[in-house]
């Protein structure tokens, strides 16, 4: 039988570096959650990703106990890391930080496709080279589709 959903919580988390301080305590505690028990699990399941920012959703059940699923880093963290770009541009349409490949854009589609509302890698790519236009990063190259 199933158990009864109580809430969702989503928060960005850093790979390996959950602990109880906000933002992770007061959002977990608000709900009943033992804090150092997911903070433990997170950790476990994400050291191979350390200092990476991860997606994480928890599903918390009446009776207090929870679920999580880690998603994949958000598109803009894949994006500025391929460019070597610390931020985006304050004015994107006018000021150009960085540039970056086709086929860094197709490896960031692969990688983010469980997580977009997409079924093709063309359209996945097309999101993510939307993203990277509205952050200022221009995409070189000729476009493969």
């Known amino acids: 039988m199933s158990k009864d959903i109580q809430t969702y919580i989503k928060l960005q988390v850093k790979g390996g570096a959950a602990n109880p301080a906000p933002p992770i305590g007061p959002a977990l505690g608000s709900k009943g959650v033992n804090i150092m028990e997911f903070c433990k699990r997170f950790n476990a399941e994400t050291q191979d990703k350390p200092g990476k920012i991860l997606p994480v959703l928890i599903t918390v059940y009446v009776d207090k106990s929870f679920d999580f699923i880690i998603k994949t880093p958000p598109a803009p963290v894949q994006i500025m890391e391929a460019a070597k770009a610390k931020k985006g541009s304050p004015e994107p349409n006018r000021n150009k930080i960085g540039s970056i490949s086709w086929d860094q854009v197709k490896a960031i589609a692969e990688d983010?496709?469980?997580?977009?509302?997409?079924?093709?890698?063309?359209?996945?790519?097309?999101?993510?080279?939307?993203?990277?236009?509205?952050?200022?990063?221009?995409?070189?190259?000729?476009?493969?589709?």
């Open 112 to 145: 983010k496709m469980p997580d977009l509302n997409c079924f093709t890698v063309e359209s996945a790519m097309s999101m993510v080279a939307g993203t990277a236009r509205s952050m200022g990063i221009t995409v070189s190259g000729d476009r493969p589709f």
